[in-house]
């Protein structure tokens, strides 16, 4: 089957389910959802394999039921998520938000100088930025999806949330013009970066990360911002905003690009470790090390 054919066979039929499921009690459609994440992913091996390894490398105190529940809550979360984008009122959920650390990015931005924010694939990270495009100018730097419709259709919602989205190829040109803009720029690091990234530790173990944080912090002066979203147990959602991380001591080399981007990928690390059934274990974090730039 031609990729072409195949992608608008798959979004026709998401689109049906989308149109299915609205009709149904948001209640219901979100209880479904995250059982079912959990029951498909154990089924057909969505990289539940993967999953297990992973957690395995950076727990291996862990037992094989302590590694199972973590997993089994991360798919259970991953369809609360999937109900809370598609289906759940912006609203409401708003409303199920605590916010810690606002003064931290509102002062990061009344200096003018734009702000990047650095998150990680935690809890609801699409909703947290939905609550502060609400509030502040915002965009995000996405990478495009393999399915060009359930591309556009996720950037249309994101536009009408008032985000802008920035493609990561080519992406420097247009944060230099909105972070002159005063914009905050949000920057997902918890990501294997390849031969795009530099060899650093993380959890443990060598990754290529992503410096485009520190690079950019560097060369304008803006702040960088941790930011954080946690699903709590009874599902209401904290957004935590660390205190600002400053680049005017470091210089634009690759020696202190290093330093600075480990130092805000610690924070990432911070959080994982606190709440690891919230991240993104089936993403293959360490596949690039090999690739990375050594400093």
Not at 21 to 45: D, E, T, W
Not at 173 to 185: N, R, V
Not at 241 to 260: G, M, R, V
């Amino acid at each position: 089957m031609k990729k072409s054919l195949q992608s608008k066979l798959e979004f026709f039929f998401f689109k049906g389910f989308i149109k299915c499921f609205k009709v149904i009690p948001y209640q219901v459609v979100r209880a479904f959802l995250a059982n079912i994440f959990v029951i498909g992913a154990r089924i057909f091996n969505i990289r539940y394999a993967l999953a297990k390894k992973q957690l395995k490398l950076v727990y291996p105190e862990k037992s094989n039921r302590e590694i199972k529940k973590i997993i089994n809550q991360m798919y259970y979360h991953m369809g609360i998520t999937t109900a809370e984008t598609y289906f759940g009122n912006k609203e409401e959920l708003f409303k199920t938000c605590e916010i810690r650390g606002w003064d931290n990015l509102k002062k990061a931005v009344e200096r003018g100088q734009g702000v990047i924010l650095v998150t990680g694939h935690l809890g609801n990270w699409e909703l947290a930025g939905r609550y502060i495009a609400a509030n502040i100018d915002m965009a995000v730097v996405g990478k495009k999806q393999r399915n060009r419709y359930f591309d556009e259709y996720t950037n249309a919602l994101r536009l009408q949330d008032n985000i802008i989205v920035i493609r990561k190829k080519n992406a420097l040109k247009p944060i230099l013009k909105l972070l002159k803009e005063g914009y905050i720029i949000s920057l997902l690091m918890d990501q294997n970066a390849g031969k795009n990234g530099i060899l650093t530790d993380f959890l443990g173990y060598e990754a290529s990360t992503f410096v485009g944080a520190a690079k950019i912090s560097i060369k304008t002066g803006c702040p960088i911002v941790p930011a954080y979203a946690i699903r709590k147990k009874d599902g209401s959602h904290i957004f935590i905003c660390e205190e600002i991380i400053e680049s005017q001591a470091y210089n634009n080399n690759l020696e202190d690009i290093k330093k600075l981007t480990e130092i805000v990928s610690k924070t990432i690390e911070k959080h994982i470790h606190q709440y690891p059934h919230l991240w993104f274990w089936v993403h293959k974090r360490w596949k690039g090390s090999g690739k990375a730039r050594q400093i």
